[in-house]
C-alpha cells in the first residue's frame, strides 16, 4: 500500500469512530419517539431501553476493562472487545489511537486546523521528551490504585473524559443556550418566529438534550475539557503524547507489533520533514531510535518522507522492539502513588463510616465500596437520566468518589418505574434491573423526611398534598392524617398532614423535587435506609444481617 | 360569548367578523334576520349528558364509544370538516394502563378515528405530563395510538407555555400550554380516579394537565383552581373514561388491586355534569364535591341531571 493511500485510509477511519461515537453519545438519551418499539404497551410491562450499544467504546477501552478487573474483580459486559483491541495491539502497535480514539481524532483536528507552531519550531516540538514518562506514571499509578482497590482510571480515560465533556458540559451548554433562543422566539407575537422556535427546538433537542440541562460541577468538566485541547498548542496531541493512560498502556502493548518502521539512512537527505509531521514524537528520522510505543501508527512520517527512507513493514522476526521508556521514577513514582492513594482515600471516612445523606446512589447500584471499584465516572447514567437528577458528586462520595452518580432530587427525581441508568451504566456500577424488580424488591435509594416547620400543612400556613398525591407507591409511602397544627394566628386548628411510611419509601424523592417550597424543600430524601448498604439501614427488619 | 372571560385569537376574529357583519347588516337594514340566527345557535347549545356501559363481556370499547357519539347526535355535530381538534387525555403517570392511572388508549385511539371520520383536518393529543413525557406517552400507550392514527404528539415544553390571562375567580395570569387553545375543538379525555385532596380527579381536575407554572401551589385552593381552569379552557367536550377507574391509592394507584372495572363511558358538553355523573361511580353525591359545587355555582354548568338530556347506551 502507498503511503498517501494509508493516511487517507486512516483519516477515513478517524472520521468514521469520531462519527459513531458522536452518534452514540447523542443516542445515549431517551427518544421522544420511544414508544415505537412498543406495539405490545397495552398489556406488559415495560421497561424502556435505548435502542443504540450507547456502550460500545467503553467495551473497547482496555483500560475500563483492566481497572474494574483489578479493582472490582469484574468483567465488564462485552470486554472481549477490549482483549480484542489488545491483541491487535500487541501486533500492530498503537493503532488505536491514530484510527480509532475520538479524543485522540479531536486533538489530532485541534493541533493540524491551526498549528501554533510551524517551520523547524515545529520539528523541535515533535522531539521525544521526558515529559512522555508522565504517562506511564499515571498508568501504574491507576493500575496499583486499582488493585489496591481504588480505581481513578475514569478520571483521566480518554473515553470516558471525552463522554463526561461532551455529554455533561459542551452539548448542554450549546442545548441550553439554544433554547433561551428558541424561547424568546416562542415568545415573540410573530407567528413565523413561534412556528420557527417549534421547530428549531424538535431539530435541535433531540441531539443537545431535552429542557434545561443541568450538571453540577459542569463548568469545571467543560472547563479542564478546554484546557486540555488548549494543550495542542504547546504540542500537537500534548495529550497523547504526554499524559494519556491508554496510550501509555498501549505502548507497553505495542512491544511484540510486527508493523515496524524501518528507516534507510543511505537515501535520508536529513530534511526533517518526518519528524515535522509526527503525530506521537516517536523518533522516525533516521539516525534516531524510532520509540516504537510512542508510535501511534499515523503513517504521517511515511507519508512525509520525500526520498522513500522511511516505510512500514510487516517483519516476523521473533525479535521484540524496545521496551517503552518510562524511567525509573515514572515507576517508582507510580507504585508510591498508586500504593498512597487507595490508603489516603480511605480517609475522608467514607469507607468505614456513616457516608454522606446527600449520597443517594441510582437505582441497582452496587454497595458503596463495590461501586466505586468500577464507577468509570464517564457520565453516560447523567446523560440517559430523563429527569436529569443523576449528577457528578463533587465531595458527597470522598475523594475517592469525585464525579461519581447521585441524585440531587431538587434537579429531578427518580421515576418510580425507569431504570434506564443500570441498562447503559458500562461497568455494571449501577446493575441493571427490571422495573418489576425495581418496585417488588423494592429497591431502596433513601427514605423521606418532612420538615415540620417548613411543611405548609403542617405549620399551619395553609392545605397541600402534592408529596402525598405524587407518592408512586401503593399503597403510599406519605399518607394524610388529620391532626391539630397551630392556626394562623396560634389557635389550634384542624390539617390534612402528611406522614412518611418507612417501611414504604424507597426514596424515589418525586415528593421533594415537587415540594411547593423551593430550594430546601419541606420533604427531603437522605440515603440512609438504601437496601444496597447492610449498614446504613434505619429499621430493624426481620433477618439478622 | 361573555367578554368577561379571555379570547383566544380564533374567538376574537369571530368575534371581528361578527361585529363587522352585525355593522353590515344594520346598514342594510337587517337586523331581526341576524337575531334569528343567534335565536337559533342557542338551543342547539343544549347541555346533554350520555352514559355509555358495556355490559358484555367482551365488548368492544370502539363499538362503545361510536355508540355513545352516536347518541350524542354523532360527532358531525361537535367536529366539523377541516377542523383542527385537540384531545387531552390524562397521561401524567409514566404507568401501563391496566392500572387505570392513565386515560385508557384504546379509548384514546375510538376518539381520535371519530374526529377523523368526521373530516378533522388534524387530531393533535397533548397533555402537560407530570412524569417524564416521553415515558408517560410510551408506557400508557397514547404514543402508540399516536403513530397508529396519524395523530399528533404535542410533547409539553416551557416554550409552549404562555402567560395568560385566565380572568379566573382565584388564578388570574398562570402559563397556558398553548396547544389546547390554539385548536378550533378541544375534547377533554380523562380517567376517573380518587383524590386525597379534591375527592376525585375527573373531567375538570384533568385542566391541571392544562397549564404550566407552579402547579404545585394550585394545591392550596383546588376547588376554585379547578374550577377557574375548567372555564379558561371550556371544552367542546367532555369523555370521562370509566371503563376502568381508580378507587384507591389515587391519583398514581400503582396496584391492580386499586383498580375497579365499570366498562362505562360518560360524554358531556357540561363539564359539571360529566363529572357529576362520574362521581355517582364512586358512590358520592356531586353536592359534596367542592370543584362540582363550585362549577354550579359559577354557571359552569349544572350537576342537576334534570336539566340535560339525559341519554343511555348499553352494549
Not at chain 1, 433562543?181 to 413561534?194: G, I, P, Y
Not at chain 1, 394566628?489 to 402528611?498: E, F, K, R, T, Y
Not at chain 2, 392511572?101 to 405530563?129: F, M, Q, S, Y
Request: net charge positive; proline share 6%.
Amino acid at each position: 500500500v502507498r503511503a498517501k493511500h494509508l493516511v487517507w485510509i486512516r483519516r477515513i477511519s478517524q472520521a468514521f469512530f469520531l462519527g459513531l461515537f458522536l452518534f452514540l453519545l447523542v443516542e445515549s438519551r431517551l427518544p421522544e419517539d420511544a414508544y415505537l418499539q412498543y406495539s405490545l404497551v397495552f398489556s406488559s410491562d415495560l421497561d424502556l431501553r435505548l435502542s443504540q450499544p450507547v456502550t460500545f467504546f467503553f467495551q473497547l477501552d482496555p483500560l475500563v476493562w483492566l481497572s474494574s478487573l483489578l479493582s472490582g474483580h469484574r468483567l465488564i459486559q462485552g470486554f472481549w472487545w477490549a482483549l480484542g483491541l489488545l491483541m491487535l495491539t500487541l501486533f500492530l502497535g498503537r493503532i488505536f489511537c491514530s484510527f480509532i480514539c475520538p479524543l485522540g481524532t479531536i486533538h489530532h483536528i485541534v493541533s493540524w486546523v491551526r498549528p501554533a507552531i510551524r517551520g523547524n519550531r515545529m520539528t523541535l516540538a515533535n522531539q521525544k521528551t521526558p515529559g512522555h514518562r508522565i504517562k506511564y506514571f499515571l498508568l501504574i499509578t491507576l493500575l496499583v490504585g486499582a488493585g489496591m482497590g481504588l480505581n481513578l482510571a475514569g478520571l483521566i480515560d480518554p473515553i470516558s473524559l471525552l463522554f463526561r465533556s461532551l455529554a455533561l458540559a459542551v452539548l448542554p451548554a450549546i442545548g441550553v443556550g439554544l433554547k433561551e433562543l428558541f424561547d424568546v422566539m416562542a415568545a415573540s407575537d410573530m407567528k413565523v418566529l413561534n412556528y420557527m422556535s417549534y421547530g428549531g427546538e424538535a431539530l435541535v433537542s433531540p441531539v443537545f438534550g431535552y429542557g434545561y440541562l443541568a450538571y453540577k460541577t459542569a463548568w469545571f468538566i467543560g472547563l479542564i475539557f478546554l484546557v486540555i485541547l488548549f494543550l495542542n498548542r504547546i504540542r500537537p496531541r500534548f495529550w497523547c503524547r504526554i499524559l494519556c493512560p491508554l496510550g501509555a498502556l498501549l505502548g507497553i502493548f505495542s512491544r511484540f507489533s510486527i508493523l515496524r518502521l524501518e528507516k534507510d539512512e543511505a537515501t535520508c537527505t536529513d530534511c526533517k520533514l518526518c519528524s515535522r509531521r509526527c503525530q506521537g514524537a516517536a523518533s522516525p528520522m533516521p539516525g534516531q531510535t524510532w520509540e516504537n510505543a510512542e508510535c501511534l501508527s499515523c503513517f504521517n512520517c511515511f507519508d512525509a518522507c520525500p526520498e522513500g527512507a522511511l516505510s512500514f513493514r510487516f517483519r516476523w522476526s521473533p525479535k521484540s522492539n524496545r521496551w517503552p521508556d518510562m524511567g525509573r521514577r515514572a515507576v517508582l513514582g507510580g507504585l508510591v502513588g498508586g500504593i498512597s492513594l487507595p490508603l489516603l482515600g480511605q480517609l475522608d471516612g467514607r469507607a468505614h463510616h456513616v457516608s454522606d445523606p446527600r449520597l443517594i446512589r441510582p437505582p441497582g447500584a452496587l454497595p458503596e465500596e463495590d461501586f466505586l471499584r468500577v464507577c468509570q465516572r464517564c457520565g453516560l447514567c447523567m446523560k440517559a437520566c430523563p429527569t436529569n437528577v443523576i449528577n457528578p458528586t463533587l465531595a458527597e462520595a470522598g475523594m475517592a468518589g469525585f464525579w461519581t452518580p447521585h441524585l440531587i432530587m431538587t434537579q429531578g427525581y427518580c421515576e418510580y418505574t425507569c431504570t434506564l441508568c443500570g441498562s447503559v451504566c458500562p461497568t455494571g456500577a449501577i446493575t441493571e434491573i427490571s422495573a418489576r424488580e425495581k418496585i417488588e424488591r423494592p429497591i431502596i435509594i433513601g427514605v423521606a423526611y418532612i420538615n415540620r416547620g417548613r411543611c405548609l400543612p403542617w405549620s399551619g400556613n395553609g392545605p397541600c398534598i402534592v408529596c402525598q398525591e405524587l407518592c408512586p407507591t401503593s399503597p403510599k409511602a406519605i399518607y394524610l392524617r388529620k391532626e391539630i397544627v397551630p392556626g394562623p394566628d396560634h389557635s389550634p386548628m384542624l390539617g390534612n398532614v402528611p406522614h412518611v411510611d418507612l417501611k414504604r419509601c424507597v426514596g424515589c424523592g418525586i415528593c421533594e423535587h415537587k415540594c411547593p417550597v423551593r430550594g430546601r424543600p419541606a420533604i427531603r430524601v437522605i440515603a440512609a435506609g438504601e437496601s444496597r448498604s447492610l449498614k446504613n439501614q434505619i429499621l430493624l427488619t426481620g433477618s439478622v444481617s | 360569548m361573555d367578554l368577561n372571560y379571555p379570547l383566544t385569537r380564533r374567538q376574537s376574529l369571530k368575534k371581528i367578523a361578527q361585529i363587522s357583519a352585525s355593522l353590515a347588516g344594520a346598514a342594510l337594514g337587517a337586523c331581526p334576520l341576524l337575531s334569528q340566527g343567534l335565536a337559533k345557535a342557542s338551543t342547539a347549545g343544549k347541555g346533554f349528558i350520555v352514559e355509555g356501559i358495556g355490559s358484555k363481556q367482551d365488548y368492544n370499547i370502539k363499538d362503545l364509544a361510536g355508540k355513545v357519539f352516536e347518541a350524542a347526535g354523532g360527532i358531525g355535530q361537535f367536529v366539523s370538516r377541516g377542523d383542527v381538534v385537540v384531545i387531552k387525555p390524562n397521561v401524567s403517570w409514566a404507568r401501563r394502563p391496566a392500572l387505570a392511572a392513565t386515560t385508557n388508549p384504546e379509548v384514546v385511539e375510538a376518539v381520535i378515528e371519530l374526529c377523523l371520520d368526521a373530516g378533522a383536518k388534524k387530531v393533535r393529543i397533548a397533555d402537560h405530563t407530570i412524569h417524564d413525557a416521553r415515558r408517560c406517552f410510551a408506557l400508557t400507550g397514547v404514543g402508540i395510538v399516536a403513530k397508529r392514527t396519524g395523530a399528533d404528539l404535542v410533547f409539553p415544553r416551557s416554550s409552549l407555555m404562555k402567560r395568560m390571562k385566565l380572568h379566573g375567580h382565584r388564578l388570574d395570569v398562570w402559563p397556558v400550554f398553548v396547544p389546547l387553545v390554539e385548536a378550533d375543538k378541544v375534547i377533554n379525555l380523562p380517567v376517573a380516579k380518587v383524590h386525597e385532596l379534591s375527592t376525585l380527579t375527573l373531567g375538570m381536575k384533568n385542566w391541571i394537565g392544562g397549564v404550566g407554572g407552579r402547579r404545585n401551589a394550585l394545591h392550596q385552593d383546588i376547588h376554585q383552581s379547578i374550577v377557574d381552569l375548567s372555564r379558561f379552557f371550556n371544552p367542546t367536550l367532555t369523555l370521562i373514561d370509566a371503563t376502568r377507574i381508580m378507587i384507591s391509592n389515587g391519583p398514581s394507584g400503582g396496584s391492580p388491586s386499586d383498580v375497579a372495572v365499570k366498562n362505562t363511558l360518560i360524554l358531556s358538553n357540561d363539564q359539571v355534569a360529566a363529572d357529576a355523573k362520574a362521581a355517582a361511580l364512586f358512590g358520592y353525591d356531586p353536592g359534596e364535591i367542592g370543584f362540582i359545587h363550585f362549577g354550579q355555582k359559577w354557571g359552569l354548568g349544572t350537576y342537576d341531571s334534570q336539566k340535560l338530556i339525559q341519554q343511555r347506551v348499553v352494549l
